[in-house]
């Protein structure tokens, strides 16, 4: 198994940043079996989206249009964590917004979660 830890959401107003973390925990074979991680966001009344995923080995990314431009996801093998900073944060980005890990391809579904940590982007 493993566990993933999420941290650094908050509120922000509009055209702010944050930067969210997400730490994998677990044993070394099961965090090497880890082929791709991502950040989906839920906002209330609207679909799930996948905002963003790198492949963890070769660090290729995937982008949802609507952050293209302003979010970054980025990874540090040596602390097993994946950021996602986010810029020119608008009210439309406020979502619960939650870690994934993947021992497959990310658009295959995802094996592990976090428990998802709340960003407020305020007008």
């Known amino acids: 198994q493993v566990k993933l830890v999420e941290s650094g959401g908050g509120s922000v107003q509009a055209g702010g940043s944050l930067r969210l973390s997400c730490a994998a925990f677990g044993y070394t074979y099961n965090i090497d079996s880890i082929n791709c991680m991502g950040w989906i966001r839920q906002a209330p009344g609207k679909e799930r989206e996948e905002v963003a995923y790198i492949y963890t080995g070769g660090g290729s990314t995937y982008y949802a249009d609507s952050v293209k431009g302003r979010f970054t996801i980025s990874q540090d093998h040596a602390k097993n964590t994946v950021y996602l900073q986010m810029n020119s944060l608008k009210p439309e980005d406020t979502a619960i917004y939650s870690c994934?890990?993947?021992?497959?391809?990310?658009?295959?579904?995802?094996?592990?979660w976090g428990q998802g940590t709340q960003v407020t982007v305020s007008s």
């Open positions: 994934a890990a993947a021992r497959g391809r990310c658009d295959n579904g995802y094996n592990y």
